[in-house]
């Protein structure tokens, strides 16, 4: 009778390999010929004095007319010397920096939004680097598609020790998961980190992005963005516009980043997105479940196993293909590992959520 549990698995497995199926489509882009339309850069920042200056000196180096682009400060409230190093840096033609009009990275955006002068947004964060193809391949990709939003792809820089190998594992996962349903034309997610979008569809959907959430600007854009009929959002896969950005090096710190990333699910109204999210949990608790119930009685070990491979595969699919594309296959040697810790660290972190919603 126990083996009847297993059915739990068949939506997640599903799900996964239809995203493991959607991966293999994406072909790399070739830039075409680099329009000469103007763009605007946003980075909205709080106390980013150390990472900050790296930034400025990539998009300094950009294989593109510095003319035909803007790139906009815009600084959250900072206390250190993040507004300071931004006015004096004079390696780029057309900066601004200026100060939030309110609170959080949302009003932060919408502030950079306002004070825009081209059509074409990109945001990305200040402790990220950028190749020096980022701004002309991005922008050669919205002239040729016009789409209403554009998803690039986040990795992070390899690091030495299990605690950062994860990261970068579960980044490559999320990774996956995000190229592989936007490529299907159903996307659940995106980073801010690297991502652009027309300014009309931004001023059109900037209204729906939940203010009352402190994180979100970016996904919830998006699932706005999903809604409207004839939308056109893209993946955009190319070496050129990788960003990378740092792992953390306290535990604390990235539960706590995890924490602020769940404490939005609630608040999402897309349908696939909930649907991936719910089976993804359901998932995990019966790895718990059938490993607690093992420990009582033995007759669900066969069972744990069992499951645990069955989940393993479609996992082990995805990080594999998107582990290939940005040339991590070293990762996969603590994917083992990482699968055994991975559902003790989402109740971990789920139940740092409960804490901290309580405590509100």
Same mark, same amino acid.
């Given at each position: ?6 059915? $739990? ?23 075409? $010929? ?10 909205? /920042? ?131 998961? @995000? ?45 706005? $963005? ?40 609630? %608040? ?8 991936? %999210?719910?089976?993804?949990?359901? @998932? ?37 293909? @998107? ?28 139940? /740092? ?8």
């Amino acid at each position: 009778m126990q083996w009847v549990l297993l059915i $739990i698995l068949v939506p997640y497995i599903y799900l996964l390999l239809k995203i493991y199926n959607n991966l293999y489509r994406i072909k790399p882009r070739v830039p075409g $010929i680099t329009p000469d339309q103007f763009v605007s850069v946003i980075v909205a /920042c709080r106390n980013e004095e150390k990472d900050l200056p790296y930034l400025l000196h990539d998009i300094s180096m950009q294989n593109y007319n510095q003319e035909l682009f803007e790139v906009i400060i815009v600084d959250d409230h900072s206390t250190d010397m993040t507004s300071e190093i931004a006015n004096g840096y004079t390696a780029i033609r057309n900066i601004k920096v200026m100060k939030n009009n309110n609170n959080g990275k949302k009003q932060a955006i919408r502030t950079g939004v306002a004070a825009s002068s081209g059509n074409l947004i990109i945001t990305t964060d200040a402790d990220c680097r950028i190749g020096e193809n980022w701004i002309s391949t991005i922008t050669s990709f919205f002239d040729q598609q016009k789409p209403d939003l554009i998803i690039c792809p986040v990795v992070l820089e390899s690091s030495c020790g299990f605690f950062h190998r994860f990261q970068e594992l579960e980044y490559l996962s999320l990774q996956g998961v @995000t190229a592989g349903t936007a490529e299907r034309g159903n996307p659940v997610m995106c980073n801010g980190a690297n991502m652009a979008f027309s300014k009309e569809s931004y001023n059109k959907n900037s209204g729906n992005l939940h203010d009352e959430i402190a994180s979100g600007d970016d996904v919830f854009l998006l699932h706005s $963005i999903k809604k409207e009929p004839g939308n056109k959002i893209l993946w955009l896969e190319s070496q050129n516009v990788i960003v990378t950005t740092k792992s953390t090096n306290e535990i604390a710190s990235y539960i706590k980043q995890r924490v602020r990333w769940i404490s939005k699910a609630g %608040a999402y109204k897309d349908p696939f997105t909930r649907v991936l %999210a719910i089976v993804t949990f359901i @998932t995990i608790l019966l790895m718990l479940f059938l490993l607690f119930a093992g420990l009582i009685n033995p007759v669900f070990l066969p069972v744990l196993l069992t499951a645990f491979f069955l989940k393993s595969i479609p996992d082990f699919l995805v990080l594999r293909n @998107t582990a290939r594309r940005y040339n991590k296959r070293s990762l996969l040697g603590i994917f083992l590992p990482a699968q055994i810790i991975y559902p003790f660290y989402v109740i971990a972190v789920f139940f /740092c959520f409960l804490v901290a919603k309580k405590q509100v």
